[in-house]
């Protein structure tokens, strides 16, 4: 179980981090994939006019990259009402300080700098409550998010000793490797600092973006040997992206100045651009065609509400919650 709040389009970052490692996990393993709005809303509550927009910008790049959904679920968080009963239930039993010491929690509030509303706080719950409500026994991370998880562990343990059954596992991380890969600028790549390169740009796009990547500065003239390690985007970029042959050979050409930077960076795009080609190709076919993109988010979502109503079930007969029937 795994899952992307919908804040725009995504950019190389995403494909590199995350979802190359979906487009692998999903033939290993019964894979659930949520568009998370309801996520996206415990930070960007006062901006939702664009919402819609974003999730299909999600579901275009999702697909266009190659998440299948014959093989996989994929849905919208909020068309899964479940998930949200499941997210109430399951707060009844998480003490308060469980939460606020959450350092995913720490980090989002910092970043946020402003007063913490009560979505947010329940975030790390709602977040519980993704990967119950399908009961997933596996949830992608990078070494550096075990942390989301433990909450989620805790969670169990304690509603599983609660209520004296053995109805959810203890979600384990599936570790996977998450280059960190900067925008052009040498920054983090994102939205704000209008320096990432995005899967649904143009091929002229992509070569305008990394044009202004950031080179060796000590490389002055076309003629002067430069350090392929103080070429910190191109460089990295190159690592990311292409074959290790070509990797080589621009670096050896570029400290024996056999190659100038911009020449680097043109076979750079180039490379690039041949990889991105056809998640692009099928991105844009399927952009002309919205009304098969919903019905695939449609599916999806039904698919994943019949397995969150029998969580939902079994957990409320563990609570021996009211029923009519």
């Known amino acids: 179980m795994s899952g992307m709040r919908p804040t725009g389009r995504l950019h190389l970052g995403h494909y590199v981090g995350v979802l190359k490692n979906w487009i692998t996990l999903q033939h290993q393993y019964q894979s659930f994939f949520s568009i998370a ?26 697909l266009g990259a190659g998440v299948d959904p014959v093989v996989a679920t994929v849905f919208v968080q909020s068309q899964v009402p479940e998930v949200a009963e499941l997210h109430l239930l399951l707060s009844m039993l998480t003490p308060k300080k ?52 433990e909450i989620s562990r805790d969670i169990v343990t304690r509603f599983n000793h609660l209520y004296q059954v053995e109805l959810f596992p203890a979600p384990q991380p599936l570790l996977t490797e998450t280059p960190m890969l900067p925008g052009v600028d040498g920054r983090k790549m994102g939205k704000s600092y209008g320096n990432a390169i ?72 180039d490379v690039i651009n041949a990889q991105l080609r056809p998640m692009r190709e099928r991105r844009q076919a399927l952009a002309e ?18 397995e969150c109503r029998q969580t939902l079930q079994e957990v409320r007969s563990a609570m021996k919650l009211f029923s009519l029937d």
């Open 198 to 269: 995005y899967l649904s740009d143009t091929e002229e796009e992509t070569w305008q973006k990394i044009k202004q990547g950031i080179t060796d500065p000590a490389r002055i003239k076309r003629t002067d040997p430069g350090n392929p390690l103080e070429c910190e985007v191109i460089y990295k970029y190159y690592e990311v992206f292409a074959p290790s042959d070509v990797q080589a050979l621009a670096a050896e050409e570029c400290r024996t100045a056999a190659r100038g930077c911009m020449d680097c960076k043109r076979i750079l795009a």
């Open 98 to 149: 469980w939460v606020e010491t959450d350092p995913t929690l720490k980090d989002m509030v910092q970043m946020l700098h402003e007063d913490l509303n009560y979505g947010l706080l329940g975030y790390p719950i709602l977040q519980t409550a993704d990967i119950l409500s399908v009961k997933a026994h596996l949830v992608p991370v990078g070494k550096d998010q075990l942390a989301h998880l």
């Open 289 to 306: 065609d919205l009304g098969q993109v919903r019905q695939i988010l449609k599916d999806g979502s039904e698919k994943a509400r019949e």
């Open 37 to 62: 709005d309801w996520h996206a809303l415990t930070t960007k509550y006062d901006e939702t006019q664009g919402l819609n927009g974003h999730i299909l910008d999600v579901a275009l790049d999702w």
